[in-house]
């Protein structure tokens, strides 16, 4: 009999296991539905949208060359599914298991309707338990713990597929408006290249400088990471792929940074509302009203007054990504030098990054703010300035921030404090000093 395969953050045909066993049964008909209901406020964002648009039709064109065929639907999933299987007249529907707490709740919501199947991760997180049985919440023993399977199941090829003779009706991609209209700002994401063959031909470019990942991955002016990010959260790699690619290229750093992506989805297993709660509630008096509104508004736009802050800011609106120390430093600077609530920078990231992933983006804050079970004390405050120079981010400013672009190595992390700011720079929202000083204040005063 037919066989559905329900695609989620999965959009890929080879080392796809749910893919591959329904190939193993009967005709396949591939299904994607856009379901803004199920996630509620995690439904995609705007960048991840553009992504999505992209790589379904890549994702389209790829099961029609193997012989089937991708049927588009909307609405809620756990209707929509079964409804589609019914209509084929489906043996059986089949997915790869996710771990965002909406789709865990859906998959249960009519019986267990759909047969997960593993494989979008190193190693299962669902089935690695410290000693008392329950998912790990901290990454250290967690990593341990993974490590004990290496390597990772090798990945499988692209089965080849046959569809049924009937097939439903699907919508539109381009119906969906997935894609920005006016103003279209995606002009910079040009650079990428959504679906399986782009995320292959990144991998490939990688494995050939990967020697320099763990001496460079820190600096932001140099393209020493992957940047595999929004093809692994789209699920158009697998991370078995990539570390099968890699052997022991990146060395152990690499793996111990794919590992967080494992790691993150542990933590929601153990945290399901890690997106929107406090793990450890730190109690502070954030800033709310009219003045913090317009600081939250200079740090979405990149005039903060903070080269590396506007640098990391810039590039995340501009290409949809930001480079992991950037990231770092935005974060904490919001968190703490701004004493804006950690949640509202995750949203903002939540619908700028092509890479928006509910497990990486909710752990990562959680880290940065203090709130998290495994995360930085509140009391660590990064020093934007000095993290500029120390990883050497003047290329990387002068990139993202141009009216900085002439200014010398040694003046380019703080124009304002060299005296050397152009007009058309913005003073720096609030001192380092000051920052520093009112953040360990609302730490003392905390009430909890
Ligand atoms: P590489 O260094 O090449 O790493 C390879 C892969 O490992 C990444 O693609 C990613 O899947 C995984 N990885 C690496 N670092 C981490 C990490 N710290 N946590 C979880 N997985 C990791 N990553 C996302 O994929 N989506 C997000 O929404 C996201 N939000 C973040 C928010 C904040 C505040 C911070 C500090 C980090 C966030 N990250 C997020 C983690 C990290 O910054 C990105 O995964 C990384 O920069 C992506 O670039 P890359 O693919 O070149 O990484």
């Known amino acids: 009999s037919p066989q559905l395969v329900w695609f989620r953050q999965d959009l890929r045909t080879h080392d796809h296991l749910a893919l591959t ?34 790589s379904l039709a890549s994702l389209a064109a790829e099961l029609k060359e193997r012989g089937s065929v991708l049927i588009l639907r909307r609405g809620r999933a756990s209707r929509v599914v079964p409804e589609v299987a019914k209509e084929i007249g489906a043996g059986a529907i089949h997915a790869n298991r996710h771990y965002e707490p909406w789709w865990r709740e859906a998959e249960c919501e009519h019986g267990d309707f759909v047969i997960l199947h593993d494989g979008d991760v190193l190693h299962e997180p669902d089935a690695i338990r ?98 595999l990010s929004p093809h692994l ?27 967080w992506r494992d790691f993150s989805r542990s933590m929601t297993l153990a945290d399901p509302d890690i997106g929107s709660k406090s793990q450890r509630p730190l109690g502070l008096r954030t800033r709310h009203g009219k003045a913090a509104d317009a600081d939250f508004e200079a740090w979405t736009k990149g005039r903060t007054g903070y080269p590396l802050v506007d640098a990391g800011m810039r590039q995340l609106w501009v290409s949809g990504w930001m480079h992991n120390r950037a990231r770092l430093v935005t974060s904490s600077f919001l968190v703490k030098h701004l004493l804006i609530d950690w949640w509202r920078g995750a949203q903002w990231f939540w619908d700028t990054l092509v890479d928006a992933d509910y497990a990486n983006n909710s752990q990562n804050w959680q880290w940065i703010a203090g709130t998290g079970f495994d995360s930085q004390p ?71």
């Open 21 to 54: 066993a329904a190939a193993e049964r009967g005709p396949v008909v591939g299904l994607y539905v856009l379901d803004d209901e199920t996630p509620g406020e995690w439904k995609p964002g705007g960048a991840s949208r553009w992504w999505l648009h992209h």
């Open 130 to 227: 410290s000693g008392s049985g329950k998912p790990f919440k901290i990454y250290g023993p967690f990593y341990r713990a993974l490590h004990a399977h290496f390597p990772p199941a090798p990945p499988l090829p692209a089965p080849k597929l046959e569809k049924p003779a009937k097939l439903p009706a699907s919508d539109e991609l381009d119906d969906w408006n997935l894609l920005p209209t006016k103003p279209d700002w995606a002009g910079g994401f040009s650079d990428w290249e959504p679906g399986a063959a782009g995320a292959a031909k990144q991998l490939k470019r990688f494995v050939e400088h990967a020697g320099d990942y763990g001496r460079e991955r820190d600096l932001p002016a140099v393209d020493a990471t992957s940047r």
């Open 233 to 259: 959260h789209h699920g158009e790699i697998t991370p078995r792929q990539v570390w099968h690619a890699l052997g022991r290229k990146g060395g152990d750093k690499f793996h111990r940074e794919l590992a």
């Open 378 to 448: 509140f009391y660590r405050i990064m020093a934007p300035l000095a993290q500029s120079e120390k990883f050497d981010a003047a290329d990387y400013i002068r990139q993202w921030v141009p009216e900085l672009a002439h200014l010398s190595d040694a003046d380019i992390h703080d124009p304002w404090g060299r005296g050397k700011a152009p007009k058309d720079y913005p003073e720096p929202l609030i001192g380092h000093k000051e920052a520093r000083e009112r953040a360990l204040a609302a730490f003392k005063a905390r009430s909890s």
